[in-house]
């Protein structure tokens, strides 16, 4: 079945350092992948995500590149602040078709900025 | 426009009892799914509804849980009668669907922090 790793946290780090979490999956076929963040005290909210292979999904300057070669959903940016302090998760969900896009997920990765 | 809610926000019940988790999803979305977080584990899907009817069960964990979506609009999740491994955080989601075969969004609730002692 289809699976989601995440590098496990926790991550801290100071403001302006770079930031990468790896993510890498298990499907067949050419899965949709996604990043979701969860803020303190509210919902998980979808970060970015791709589609096919070699895309890249891009939002607040948070980027991920699917990669098909190395099954892989990597999350980076450049410099973090103190706001993305939140708990982020790598997901996947089956390939186009039909309507159920049930979503498999990584464990999660607690990132903390210190100012 | 109203995000999707859940209700209640944190449930503390003993085993053996019953509890009934609801979640209202955004208006027009066909599309609902539950996930359950165990503590230090993986978000996991439950089941997913279009419209009323469920799509996909796989995912409920025994016969003590039962979700209901009447009418289409909101959806309820009782697990009766609950156990301990039933402790965590439920989450609801919604999403629309427009026939294009695309994976749309999937808007989440806050969760349900679920006890049972």
């Known amino acids: 079945g289809n699976s989601v790793t995440q590098m496990e946290g926790p991550v801290t780090l100071s403001e302006e350092a770079f930031l990468t979490i790896n993510c890498t999956y298990t499907a067949t076929g050419y899965p949709s992948l996604f990043w979701y963040v969860q803020y303190p005290g509210e919902g998980l909210q979808l970060l970015l995500k791709a589609t096919k292979a070699d895309d890249k999904g891009s939002n607040k300057g948070f980027e991920a590149t699917y990669r098909k070669e190395t099954t892989s959903f990597h999350l980076e940016k450049g410099s973090v602040q103190v706001s993305d302090s939140a708990v982020y998760f790598c997901a996947l969900s089956k390939e186009r078709g039909g309507s159920n896009y049930k979503l498999t997920f990584g464990k999660g990765t607690l990132l903390t900025v210190n100012p | 426009e109203a995000g999707v809610t859940q209700f209640p926000s944190h449930s503390v019940i003993e085993k053996g009892q019953t509890v009934t988790l609801r979640c209202d999803p955004i208006s027009g979305h066909d599309n609902l799914y539950w996930y359950r977080r165990v503590m230090g584990k993986e978000i996991k899907f439950l089941l997913h509804?279009?419209?009323?009817?469920?799509?996909?069960e796989s995912g409920m964990p025994n016969n003590r849980f039962l979700a209901e979506r009447t009418g289409g609009t909101y959806s309820t999740l009782k697990v009766q009668p609950a156990e301990l491994e039933d402790s965590g955080v439920y989450f609801c989601?919604?999403?629309?669907?427009?026939?294009?075969?695309?994976?749309?969004?999937?808007?989440f609730g806050p969760g349900t922090r679920l006890t049972v002692t």
């Open positions: 989601a919604s999403s629309q669907d427009l026939g294009t075969g695309e994976p749309y969004e999937q808007y």
């Open positions: 509804f279009v419209k009323e009817s469920k799509q996909d």
